[in-house]
């Protein structure tokens, strides 16, 4: 099945509630893990729904996150910069920004589905009165994040690395790399779960090692625990708080802004586009959502000329 039949296979059974969008698409491809492509498509066609659960009971996101800001607060160190990989329609995100007074200089996060972060961008937008935060939202793969190394004070996600299971490592390597202070993950605590909530992550294809995984890689962790609310109790949430060894020095200056997702280097927004002038690539902008994805690079060797810079 071509690639628009199937959309369209997908939105006549997602409209009759009759599918699992996940499950049927790796059913398709005949893979048991699930792809970015699996994941992309099934926030797509949910995107919206998030919004719509936060604003019939918003007190539950706030409640949720509370622990989390208290943590963020309470941390010693450098607390610039706060990004969220895996932000979706940035609920969490928010409703984090209206309960931390620290002063970010830069705040943001990125998502694989453009109706995602467009509806993220809207949502920021209403409730920018309560937070006064502002925020930078992206198109955004969280195995080839769009920052450069160390470039955010505290990175952190909820439930994000989630479906990824049997790629705990690499997300984290990626994680960590853009992390410059704290890494915090409150994704399902599979080691720390009960037999009936592992059986149902292992149905899903969680993670299951996310723990395990930081420990072989020699992070600094400093908790390790159940996160103390979840919003499914068969989907424990677990805190994993990490430390970063290697930061960016006080002589490097704080890092600002987004970078090439292919080469690293800086990103400059030049008309409806960001632009890096050492991979020459060029990244549209599309209703406002900058498109930071490999597949969206556009070869423009003459941008700065056109451009007149």
Not at 63 to 68: A, E, H, I, Y
Not at 166 to 177: A, C, P, S, V
Request: hydrophobic share 40%; with cysteine.
């Amino acid at each position: 099945m071509n690639q628009v039949a199937l959309l369209q296979r997908i939105k006549e059974l997602y409209q009759k509630k009759d599918i699992n969008i996940i499950e049927y698409l790796k059913k398709q491809d005949g893979h048991a893990q699930t792809s970015r492509q699996d994941i992309m498509i099934s926030y797509d066609f949910q995107a919206g729904s998030y919004v719509n659960a936060y604003k019939k009971a918003p007190d539950k996101v706030w409640t949720f996150v509370q622990r989390l800001a208290s943590c963020i607060e309470e941390l010693p160190g450098e607390k610039q910069s706060i990004f969220e990989p895996g932000i979706g329609e940035a609920t969490t995100f928010a409703a984090l920004m209206a309960q931390i007074s620290i002063p970010f200089v830069f705040s943001g996060g990125a998502d694989v589905s453009w109706s995602r972060i467009k509806t993220a961008q809207q949502f920021v937008e209403e409730m920018r009165l309560a937070s006064g935060m502002p925020s930078n939202l992206v198109l955004g793969d969280m195995f080839e994040l769009p920052l450069e190394d160390n470039a955010v004070d505290i990175v952190y996600t909820v439930h994000a690395v989630e479906p990824n299971g049997g790629r705990e490592k690499e997300i984290l390597t990626e994680l960590y790399r853009i992390t410059n202070e704290y890494l915090i993950l409150l994704e399902p605590a599979y080691e720390l779960a009960n037999t009936e909530a592992r059986q149902r992550m292992e149905r899903h294809g969680y993670i299951q090692n996310l723990y395990r995984s930081a420990k072989e890689l020699g992070y600094d962790i400093l908790t390790w625990e159940l996160y103390g609310m979840a919003m499914n109790p068969l989907n424990p949430t677990g805190f994993l708080v990490i430390k970063k060894r290697q930061r960016r020095s006080q002589a490097e200056g704080y890092v600002s802004g987004f970078s090439c997702p292919i080469t690293k280097t800086r990103l400059e927004k030049i008309g409806n586009a960001f632009f890096s002038k050492e991979s020459l690539l060029a990244y549209p902008i599309v209703n406002e959502v900058p498109c930071l994805m490999k597949e969206y690079a556009v070869v423009a060797t003459k941008m700065n000329e056109l451009y007149g810079r």
